[in-house]
Structures are given as C-alpha cells and as structure tokens.
C-alpha cells in the first residue's frame, strides 16, 4: 500500500516566517532587502527574522517601511568569509548570521532558512544544528533545471553536497526529489531518472546498475515513476522529472549548464549590436529577445535545496542579485506554505520501514 506522506489534512499557517542570512554571498545587503521587498510584494503575509549588522540592515530598511513591519532584525556583526573551510565555520561559526540563522529554524522560529553564504560551511552547519532525517547517510542539494515540462523546470540533485553517493543514498535522493516535485512543483506523480553516459540498460557503472534496481523496486511505495537512466541531453528535456546523480557529476553539469548560459547570453548581445541594422534588428525583436532571456535567466531558478535534514534550507547563489534572491524567498515559501519539512520527514521514514520490511522478509525466505 502506498502511504500519502507528501500530504496532510492540517492546512498551512497563514504567516509564514523566513530566516535571512544577510552578511552571506558577494550581492551585498542591498541585493538582500532588494529581494526581500520584491517578495513581500507578490507574498503579503510573509515575515523575515533577518541576522546581521543591524545598523546596516535598519539604515537600509528606514526608506522602505512596508517591508520593516515585516521584518525583526537580530543582531550579528559575525560573518563566515565565503573561503572559509567548513571545519572552521563549525569551530568558530556560533554567534555568526550563518549559524543564527539556521538556529533560527532549529528553534521553530522560522519554516526555512536562506543564505547566500559559503555553501560548504552553510551544509555543516546546517547538518550540525540541525542533524540527518533518521536513514539520510548523505543530504543532498536539490536545483530547478530549466525544461520543456510545464513546470518550466525539472529537479536535479545532489548537486555538490557530497561527491560520493552508493546506490542506496541514489534511492534517496530519487525518493527525497520526488517529494520535492511534488510540493514544490505540483507534479503528482514524478518521473525519476538515473544520470548515466547512455540509456541502455546494460550502460554505465555497477553502482548505477545496482541503484536502478533499487529505484525500481521502490517506485510504487514511494509514489514515483522510474523511467530508466538519461543522458546529459534529457536535463532539459520533459520525458523525466527528477534527474539523480552523484555530487561530483551534478555540480559539474550546473557550472558548465550556466557557463553555457552566460556564453549565449553573451553571443545574442553581440550578433544584435555589431552594426546599426543589427541594432534596429533587435529594436523589432525586443518582445522575443525578453521572453528568451526570461526562459533562460538563472536567476529566476535561484535557489538549491538542502534535503534530508530536519529542518529545510535554500542555499542562494553567492552572488544573487535583487531577483534572483527574490526567487530562492519564492521558493522558500512555497514549500513552507506545503509544509515539506515535515512531509519530506515522512516520505524518508516511510521508505526506511518499507525497505526495513523487505530485507526482513529476505532473510525470512
């Protein structure tokens, strides 16, 4: 029997509260109140406790006194450098915005926490504060990739919380991104693939071979459908969902993903300005060239997802602008609006006893 744990009957808060780290990532805080104010502006009943300077932060918010009412400063002129190795974040990080923040969630003061900051340091504060989901051995960083789906996006994890992954933390990962479709993107029964140099069954390493079985195995139980390993190429594509992969694989295919990005970007400025009927070219396409730039801007994907832990974290890019840490807030409250901590807790524990069950019944036989 397939247990519904991505859903409940309770209904959501009516306010939901969103811990800010301010002194993390490279945007400075006026990319920080920037987002905040674009976001209290399509989310009305969203709150911020906010962790920095809070002289700087209160100078910032006088001019905009929508957003302070909103808004409770807490104080922390500690900040963790974007360099800093994760081992001396967790030695010397108590007191900082970082780990202020992420204890904001441990607390139960906030739904989820959002930083820009140094993403190592921010995983093992994080994993400290706030420990593994009981049977999580690896969290994994979940991303929104741009694709054909109606959604816009597909889910692509671990994106560098780890760099190794066995076949049974892929099972996870498979389970924890189907949870994350669900409630983040609305898709009822995601389809999971496997990352792999080929689509052919025989294709790839024997932990992949090793992984697919288990996927399969659990795809009823845990209300997803496996549809078999993918290429590079079907990251965009709408024939999967969930894209699962090591850490080491997935970070490489986001930097080179926005690498290429940016180099297109960069391609279209140039062919529609290297002379004056170019120019006018792009005077006459100027709705096209926006609705391209808006489909492939990363910003409006911002936000990476920490999954398995009890408590849910959005790591922002470093350096976000003003939209792009307005879409990881986005983010933030739409999956503290389903309540995902707590039905993500309840898919993973869901997934341990039907797995515990089917080793028990093994050894039986």
Avoid at 169 to 181: C, E, F, K, P, R
Avoid at 188 to 205: A, S
């Amino acid at each position: 029997m397939t247990i519904d744990a991505d859903r409940t009957d309770s209904p959501p808060s009516d306010s939901i509260v969103i811990s800010i780290d301010a002194m993390g990532g490279e945007g400075g805080l006026s990319a920080i109140i920037g987002g905040m104010e674009m976001s209290t502006a399509i989310n009305p009943d969203i709150k911020f406790l906010v962790h920095g300077d809070s002289t700087k932060l209160n100078a910032l918010l006088a001019d905009k006194p929508a957003l302070a009412a909103r808004v409770e400063v807490l104080h922390s002129d500690k900040v963790i450098a974007m360099d800093e190795k994760p081992t001396r974040a967790l030695r010397s990080g108590k007191g900082s915005s970082m780990w202020n923040a992420v204890n904001s969630v441990k607390q139960g003061e906030a739904a989820v926490t959002v930083s820009c900051g140094n993403t190592g340091a921010l995983m093992a504060i994080s994993m400290l504060q706030l420990r593994k989901l009981p049977g999580v051995k690896r969290p994994a960083i979940a991303v929104l990739w741009p694709s054909r789906n109606p959604s816009g996006f597909n889910v692509m994890l671990d994106m560098g919380a780890d760099i190794k992954a066995d076949p049974e933390d892929l099972l996870q990962y498979a389970i924890m991104g189907a949870s994350y479709a669900r409630n983040g993107l609305d898709v009822k029964r995601p389809r999971v693939g496997l990352l792999n140099i080929g689509t052919e069954d025989n294709k790839g390493r024997p932990e992949l071979q090793e992984a697919a079985e288990l996927i399969k195995t659990a795809q009823d139980g845990s209300d997803l459908e496996y549809i078999g390993f993918v290429e590079g190429s079907d990251l965009p594509a709408d024939r999967v969902d969930i894209i699962v992969t090591d850490g080491f694989t997935g970070n490489v295919a986001l930097k080179a993903a926005e690498g290429t990005a940016r180099l297109v970007g960069e391609f279209i400025r140039e062919a529609f300005t290297h002379s004056t009927l170019a120019r006018i070219s792009a005077v006459l396409a100027i709705g096209p060239l926006k609705r391209l730039k808006n489909r492939i801007d990363p910003r409006r994907s911002n936000g990476g997802v920490f999954l398995g832990l009890n408590g849910t974290v959005i790591k922002s890019h470093g350096g976000s602008d003003e939209v792009a840490f307005c879409a990881a807030i986005k983010l933030a409250n739409t999956l503290a609006q389903n309540g995902f901590t707590e039905k993500l807790a309840a898919r993973v524990a869901s997934a341990a006893a039907a797995s515990k069950n089917t080793t028990s019944e093994t050894n039986e036989a």
